[in-house]
């Protein structure tokens, strides 16, 4: 929480006064509302002349090479006469006006130079807003950025923007945006928390834009991704939206109100899928309402979890089923496999239970679940009249419990397997025990047969 709050400080130790606007304040530039037509833009702006010309010349030498009081008077020139020449009087006049700052010794100074940051966002916006590169959208989430630099506490006045500059720009959103966004997000709530369906909303927007981030081969810098997504984690976690029966009670009137906006139900079943809160009723009315309208992985999957928790085993099997059918991924299709192999396990009907944790560990053989049921369910067994060879099921689910230590690294499900492994060895047969069986070699290769079916090694106790 500390290290993203401290990602957005100015970079500058010179700050502008802070002064709180009040909901009946008047401000010419806070109500000014940028646009990216160009209608409005006066003959004498789009006029270029020689002189304009040679000032944009003279202040992108100087600027480039951070001399930027020398670049400071073409470039003022430049700006006031002619200022949809380049883009250039946008991108460096941001460092000329932030070296201005830096040089600033009053408030008032300060103030002024502020409000000529602003403007030149929406000035940028108003002349180069239909850039494709950097569209009126992106500018804003900039200046919102900017803003929350020199008046970080004033969250009712740039979060309208960053949250405009995020819900157009969506994916190509810029990192320091998203980051802007949540911690927008998080303050407003703390101050209000009415506004914790807003706040529940906007995390699972960044969530999708970075996932996406992460997820992509192309991204340059994917541990940046990754740290920011782990700091809106932890804030959200700490914020107490996150609590299921609180998320349960923020969404379940909006679900009913959504009943029938699809993307809007789709997007509070992945949250709630997201949250591993999808025991609760809000949950289960968004699948059931999206189910409705068009069938899908997610939604059937949401169905089977209502119906295995209210004991429905028979709906559960056929909803996991479909979601299996309708899934796009490996990930999801392994993970409701493994939701099948828990309804059978209840039901104890074992050698169901093996057949789709094998199918769960194919799709996805990295996850250590499907193994630790798949040796619970061994442990179940019956492969044998005799005593002795009765304990090779032990063997079997030992293998496995082994198998899921190998892949696991948290360290709490790690403490568990570990102390499956030590109960169930001791179920072992003796020395004495396998010295009564020729066939029971230790060390030696065994074939533990019924629906078992797997080969496994001699180990006595």
């Known amino acids: 929480m500390a290290l993203l709050i401290a990602t957005m400080s100015p970079v500058s130790a010179k700050k502008i006064k802070k002064a709180v606007a009040k909901p009946e304040q008047k401000n010419e530039l806070l109500d000014r509302k940028p646009t990216k037509l160009k209608e409005s833009v006066t003959e004498k702006n789009m006029t270029v002349t020689d002189e304009c010309r040679v000032n944009l010349s003279l202040f992108t030498q100087h600027a480039k090479v951070k001399n930027y009081a020398d670049a400071l008077d073409p470039w003022k020139t430049t700006y006031n006469e002619c200022p949809s020449i380049s883009k250039n009087i946008y991108i460096l006049g941001e460092k000329i006006l932030d070296w201005q700052m830096s040089q600033a010794q009053t408030e008032a100074e300060k103030e002024e130079i502020f409000n000529k940051m602003m403007k030149l966002y929406d000035d940028r916006i108003l002349y180069f807003g239909d850039d494709v590169k950097t569209p009126a959208d992106d500018i804003l989430g900039q200046k919102a950025v900017c803003y929350s630099k020199y008046k970080k506490e004033e969250y009712n006045v740039y979060y309208p923007w960053i949250k405009q500059s995020i819900n157009g720009m969506k994916s190509a959103s810029d990192i320091q945006n998203v980051q802007l966004f949540m911690v927008c997000s998080y303050e407003k709530y703390k101050l209000d928390t009415l506004f914790a369906s807003e706040y529940i909303q906007n995390y699972t927007v960044a969530c999708e834009i970075l996932d996406a981030k992460i997820k992509d081969p192309n991204t340059k810098n994917a541990s940046s991704y990754e740290i920011v997504k782990q700091n809106i984690d932890l804030m959200f976690a700490s914020s107490g939206v996150a609590d299921c029966n609180k998320m349960n009670e923020v969404f379940l009137p909006n679900i009913v109100a959504n009943k029938d906006n699809a993307e809007y139900l789709k997007n509070a079943m992945r949250l709630f899928k997201r949250m591993k809160c999808v025991e609760q009723e809000a949950y289960f009315q968004a699948a059931t309402y999206s189910h409705n309208i068009q069938p ?112 696991e690294t948290n360290e709490e499900s790690l403490n568990q397997i570990n102390s499956l492994i030590r109960s169930y060895s001791s179920y072992f047969p003796t020395k004495e025990e396998t010295f009564m069986h020729p066939d029971l070699q230790e060390g030696k290769s065994y074939y533990v047969g019924g629906w078992v079916n797997e080969s496994t090694t001699v180990r006595s106790k």
């Open 296 to 407: 899908s992985a997610e939604s059937a999957t949401g169905l089977g979890n209502m119906s295995y928790t209210k004991n429905n085993y028979e709906n559960a099997i056929k909803y996991y089923t479909e979601a299996i059918a309708l899934a796009d991924n490996n990930e999801d299709i392994a993970d409701n496999y493994m939701r099948l192999a828990q309804v059978y396990n209840k039901l104890k009907q074992y050698s169901k239970v093996r057949e789709n944790c094998k199918a769960s560990i194919e799709k996805n053989p990295n996850v250590s679940a499907p193994y630790v049921m798949l040796g619970l369910a061994y442990a179940q067994a019956s492969v044998s009249d005799d005593p002795t060879l009765a304990k090779a099921k032990y063997w079997a689910a030992v293998d496995q419990f082994i198998k899921a230590r190998n892949i």
